[in-house]
């Protein structure tokens, strides 16, 4: 399944939550993030992206998509980093 994730944490936990993320998923723009996960992968990061959180003050957004094959992407402006340059 195709996801795009994105983030609001306290500054405390900024860098840990963008390690986290980078292990699974592609770093397109500061805290969003896209890339293709199994269940257990989601299942994983979701776990692991609770621990680092304050529930009361941060939260993480996850979006299904589905597909990348059915779906569309518009960029405006410069495109800090194309999911499509990975090796």
């Known amino acids: 399944m195709y996801y795009i994730i994105v983030y609001d944490v306290n ?11 980078r292990e699974y998923v592609n ?5 969003v993030f896209e890339g293709e996960l199994t269940d257990a992968q989601l299942e994983e990061l979701k776990y692991r992206a609770k621990e680092l959180m304050n529930p009361e003050e941060d939260s993480v957004i996850i979006y299904k998509v589905g ?6 992407r518009e960029v405006l402006g410069i495109e800090k980093q194309s999911p499509d ?3």
């Open 85 to 87: 340059n990975f090796l």
């Open 11 to 21: 500054v405390k936990r900024v860098t840990k939550m963008l390690k986290l993320m």
């Open 27 to 31: 770093h397109v723009q500061n805290s």
């Open 67 to 72: 597909s990348k094959r059915w779906s569309s």
